[in-house]
């Protein structure tokens, strides 16, 4: 399948030469989106730094030129209690001679060391990885005098209660209250869907938000034959939110020539036997493979060999039928045609880029429905992985890196953190 990656920046066009981003994150380990937005903000001429907690630096970090600056993690797990985490702060305070710390722990910061070290960086932007620094991030730009980016990835007031994050009620009760203090002083916003959008709008009023689609680097430029047998693929964590055992289910009631596969780890509630077990009680006709975990960096490889990405979340929380999933833009930018749950965000997307359909997810019925009509037409396949391919451009990240600078530029220029204030008074 022919793919076309990125151009380079070129080099009369770096809107942002000058300016020193500092990007803080909890973890560096798996923040793709912030790695891609990194490569943006460098390609247009910002000088760029990650400053996070950990021991070593993680190996998708070591492979590029941006500085890397850890601390050690010193902060409040999130399943401790207050007074647990009231008792640590006393016992490192009186081992480690620390100036502010008492100030910094009455704040309830994550880890007083990230912000003491932050504020020795120059930074003209410093850029909050999501929700769970936003505070650390807020106490260094206001330090270092620098605009505040809020990178929310995930809405956040319906996210915190998910079965999956088993968070305590008092720390997700924190969180929110954290982002309501915190929000307002953010010059940027970035958020992952329009609908997203819309919510943040609504909860905390007029405020500076941009939507950047978490779409990859590469796309596909050219159309492909559909495979015979049909080919189905499921790409991501095997997790309860994605629904696998229904999608099995619904698989195994499906005639024809077409086979599913399956790549992804498994992860928290599913075990390897629970997974063998799932693979064996929802065999029929058609065959099933699972081919485990996968490097981020093959996923177009990998999705080269299929004809329909299949995504069967359902809405467990307020998260999902706001934010979009990867796997959409995934499956999209490497021109295949999708099966999707009906969440309003992606609905919106389905609407203009008419490469496949929504269904509902909690009926096996429904989705068995859907497959069988994809095998049944072949041609249908091949129409949506023309759309597919026709609007590839049109998402994959380079066109998410052109809103992005624009919008850093855009806050570089103005005060937009006044004008928000204003707005909302």
């Known amino acids: 399948m022919s793919a076309a990656s990125i151009t380079e920046t070129p080099a009369v066009d770096r809107p942002l030469l000058g300016v020193h981003v ?9 923040k793709t989106r912030e790695g891609r937005e990194a490569r943006a903000l460098a390609e247009a001429g910002a000088t760029v730094e990650f400053l996070g907690i950990g021991e070593t630096v993680p190996a998708h970090l070591q492979d590029t030129s941006f500085p890397v600056t850890l601390v050690p993690d010193i902060g409040i797990p999130p399943r401790w209690s207050q007074l647990r985490w009231k008792w640590a702060c006393h016992i490192v305070n009186r081992l480690f001679w620390i100036p502010r710390m008492k100030f910094l722990h009455a704040k309830g910061a994550r880890n007083p060391l990230l912000i003491e070290k932050g504020k020795t960086l120059r930074a003209d932007v410093v850029h909050a990885a999501d929700l769970m620094i936003l505070r650390e991030a807020a106490c260094i730009a206001r330090s270092l005098k620098a605009k505040l980016v809020y990178d929310m990835h995930e809405y956040w007031r319906g996210h915190v209660k ?30 992952t869907s329009e609908t997203m959008k819309d919510r943040i709008i609504e909860d905390h009023g007029p405020l500076p938000c941009h939507v950047l689609y978490n779409a990859p680097w590469t796309y596909v430029t050219a159309n492909t034959p559909v495979n015979t047998p049909l080919r189905f693929v499921h790409l991501g964590v095997i997790v309860l939110d994605r629904n696998i055992h229904e999608l099995l289910n619904a698989f195994s009631r499906v005639y024809g020539a077409c086979e599913l596969h399956l790549h992804g780890g498994l992860w928290g509630n599913v075990s390897p036997e629970q997974m063998d077990e799932l693979l064996a009680k929802y065999q029929g006709t058609c065959p099933v493979f699972y081919h485990g975990e996968y490097a981020h960096s093959d996923i177009s490889t990998i999705l080269a060999n299929y004809d329909v990405g299949v995504y069967t979340a359902t809405a467990i929380d307020g998260n999902f039928d706001v934010t979009l999933p990867n796997k959409l833009f995934d499956y999209l930018c490497n021109g295949l045609a999708v099966v999707m749950p009906p969440f309003e965000s992606i609905e919106r997307i389905l609407a203009d880029a008419p490469c496949g359909v929504t269904v509902d997810t909690s009926s096996t019925e429904a989705i068995a429905t859907c497959l069988q009509g994809f095998v049944d037409s072949p041609e249908l396949v091949e129409a949506y992985k023309k759309e597919a391919v026709a609007h590839a451009s049109q998402y994959a990240y380079p066109e998410q890196a052109k809103k992005l600078v624009a919008a850093y530029a855009d806050m570089m220029d103005r005060n937009t953190h006044r004008i928000a204030r204003k707005a909302r008074a």
């Open 22 to 30: 500092l990007f803080v994150a909890a973890s560096l380990d798996t």
């Open 162 to 191: 998910s079965p999956l994050l088993d968070t305590l009620p008092e720390y997700a009760t924190r969180l929110i209250a954290t982002e309501n203090k915190y929000i307002s002083r953010a010059n940027l916003v970035l958020v």
